[in-house]
Nanobody
Framework: AQLVESGGGLVQPGGSLRLSCTTS????????MSWYRQAPGKEREFVAS????????DYAEAVKGRFSISRNSAKSAVYLQMNRLKPDDTAVYYC????????????WGQGTQVTVSS
């Protein structure tokens, strides 16, 4: 399976970005999708997840009310809309796919850099 992130870049504080993660080589509906991030010198941390067809979402406290995760089954893709960005959101953002039943089966993308700076 392959996960490819896109949409990262440099944005000013208060701005917005939309990250995309396209998948191939897996049965998309069988996987729960998540976004994680890793800032320099820090451990990778959970950002948001979307379960099944999208009825259930979960967010880290730091991004609640600012970020929104969604998925498009027809395109086998997941998105992360990020609004009111802060410098603390600067990190490499990774897409994750975890099998809904075979929990040891999971895949990661290569990451996309998000930099929030004036």
């Amino acid at each position: 399976a392959q996960l490819v992130e896109s949409g990262g870049g440099l944005v000013q504080p208060g701005g917005s970005l939309r990250l995309s993660c396209t998948t191939s080589g897996l049965t998309f509906s069988w996987f729960d999708m998540s976004w994680y991030r890793q800032a320099p010198g820090k451990e990778r941390e959970f950002v948001a997840s979307i379960i099944g067809a999208g009825a259930t979402t979960d967010y880290a406290e730091a991004v609640k009310g600012r970020f929104s995760i969604s998925r498009n089954s027809a395109k086998s893709a997941v998105y992360l809309q990020m609004n009111r960005l802060k410098p603390d959101d600067t990190a490499v953002y990774y897409c994750n796919a975890k099998h809904r039943w075979e929990r040891l089966e999971e895949y990661w993308g290569q990451g996309t850099q998000v930099t929030v700076s004036s």
